[in-house]
């Protein structure tokens, strides 16, 4: 954008005149040019002159920013004041350059806590975890905003194979099949509900649990266990679970089913609308999805992980050459799905070959360790760009660090056996505000949002971790 000028004769030598058409054009005009501007062009255009700086540092202006950088970590808040912008711009920058304003390390609270440290996670501000709690197993949560400590055990004391948190309420997989459900608002006793099937994918939105059932030969179903009125229902069959998600809008009390069959070309989408009061369909359509002129096969999906964000979710395909990743999301407001592609120049694998698990930190940036390479890959689908950052090791990792400084096996080569160490140790978890690794040794945690940077008990700073011969 440029200031315009006419030259006319005056006395026999040129003379411009300048017109500031945008200084001149309504502000309503102005927004609808600044949505086809970057941040680094608005900031620019500030800098023009008086007039173009009081445009572009307006209220409405400021806002686009803000919605902007909003968005790129999943918040659709009209709320939060223009005076923030700066902050969420800079936590949006932190996450693209791992860049975090704040690193710990958090031991396990006992020695035999590491024993189940890959069953870890985190969720609204809290991490959960499985500890030893006298002779049984059960399950820690660690809120890092009050620095409160709370242990949940079994009354059966049956062995726990994996938790899960969400906002509200706490479950336990045991290991025979059975899921607890505890409300940790109200401190509610356990209930349970047995299913037949291992777990392949779960959600909770506002009540409603959503299980996807794995280890079935073809179709599986959907079970849905609304935890308001403890009934438990099936709803529909995947064709396709693989490469298949679901979408569920509490407010509407909607669930939405994308069944995908990927080989057919262009993918064939059957897509259900279900009322979740009445358990019945409400619409279905089939469509072919554009994949922008590529294929992708049932047998190239690796893993599939699917996330919400107010009225979207997204879903993440991981195919298996470990450099390939495909991301849908899904509208609820427009009825529509969205294809994006995320190309690596190398592949992002574990020991075994396997495409790394993401963790998802904003609807487009994911970090993934990458053992081959020994860091951090942080991957952004808006700009499909992947960045490998090195991962630096808390010198209190003394398990990592005595197999790392061990003789790798005469048959391979120490690049291998390193990769073979890293991937099997480390165990990545994580949210918008926090990225964190867990070792048998504890917890690395990375704070990302200025304004969330807690005291957490019991942690102390990252300590770099001496070069290993």
């Known amino acids: 954008m440029e200031e315009l000028c006419a030259i006319t004769l005056v006395a026999g030598q040129e003379k411009r005149v300048y017109y500031d058409i945008i200084g001149a054009l309504p502000l309503e005009l102005v927004l609808q040019i600044v949505e086809f501007l970057d941040e680094v062009d608005i900031v620019r255009s500030q800098r023009v002159s008086k007039r173009w700086c009081e445009i572009f540092s307006s209220n409405a202006i400021i806002r686009i920013i803000l ?44 020695p035999l806590a590491f024993r189940r440290y890959r069953s870890v996670g985190y969720n609204s501000r809290r991490l959960y975890y499985v500890i030893h709690h006298g002779t049984e197993e059960a399950a820690a949560i660690l809120d890092l905003e009050t620095g409160k400590r709370s242990i949940w055990t079994d009354d059966a004391g049956r062995a726990i194979d994996h938790i899960y948190l969400s906002d509200r309420y706490l479950f336990m997989l045991t290991v025979d099949g059975v899921i607890l459900e505890r409300d940790i608002q109200t401190s509610s006793g356990w209930r349970e509900k047995l299913f037949p099937r291992a777990i392949k994918r779960l959600t909770v939105e506002k009540g409603k649990l959503i299980i996807l059932p794995g280890s079935l030969d073809g179709p599986r179903p959907l079970w849905i266990w609304d935890l308001h009125t403890d009934q438990a229902k099936t709803i529909g069959f995947f064709q396709h679970p693989d490469g298949s998600f679901w979408h569920m809008d509490a407010d509407e009390s909607v669930l939405v089913t994308c069944d995908i069959n990927w080989d057919a070309d262009p993918p064939l989408v059957h897509q259900t609308k279900w009322t979740l009061a009445r358990w019945e369909v409400l619409d279905w359509k089939t469509f072919h999805l554009s994949l922008r002129g590529r294929r992708v096969s049932n047998n190239d999906i690796f893993k599939i992980h699917h996330r919400t964000y107010g009225r979207k979710t997204e879903a993440e395909l991981q195919l298996r050459d470990g450099c390939t990743t495909l991301y849908l999301t899904y509208d609820h407001v427009v009825d529509r799905i969205s294809v994006r592609w995320l190309d690596c120049a190398e592949p992002i694998k574990n020991h075994i070959g396997c495409p790394c698990y993401g963790i998802p930190l904003a609807p487009h940036i994911y970090y993934r360790w990458t053992s081959l390479r020994g860091g951090i890959a942080v991957c952004d689908a808006a ?75 019991d942690a102390e700073p990252i300590l770099a971790m001496e070069e290993s011969g």
């Open 67 to 110: 919605s902007r950088a909003l968005a790129t970590l999943g918040i659709e808040s009209t709320d939060v004041a223009a005076a923030n912008v700066t902050t969420y711009i800079r936590w949006a920058h932190n996450l693209q350059f791992d860049l975090p304003v704040k690193k710990v390390f958090l031991p396990w609270p006992n």
């Open 383 to 457: 700009t499909d760009m992947v960045t490998v950052h090195p991962y630096q090791l808390d010198s209190r990792e003394i398990y990592i660090r005595h197999r790392l400084s061990s003789p790798p096996p005469p048959s391979s080569d120490r690049d291998y056996f390193t990769s073979f160490i890293m991937s099997f140790c480390l165990v990545p978890f994580g949210d918008r505000e926090v990225f964190g690794t867990a070792s048998k040794d504890g917890m690395q945690l990375w704070f990302f949002n200025p304004d969330f940077v807690p005291d957490v008990p």
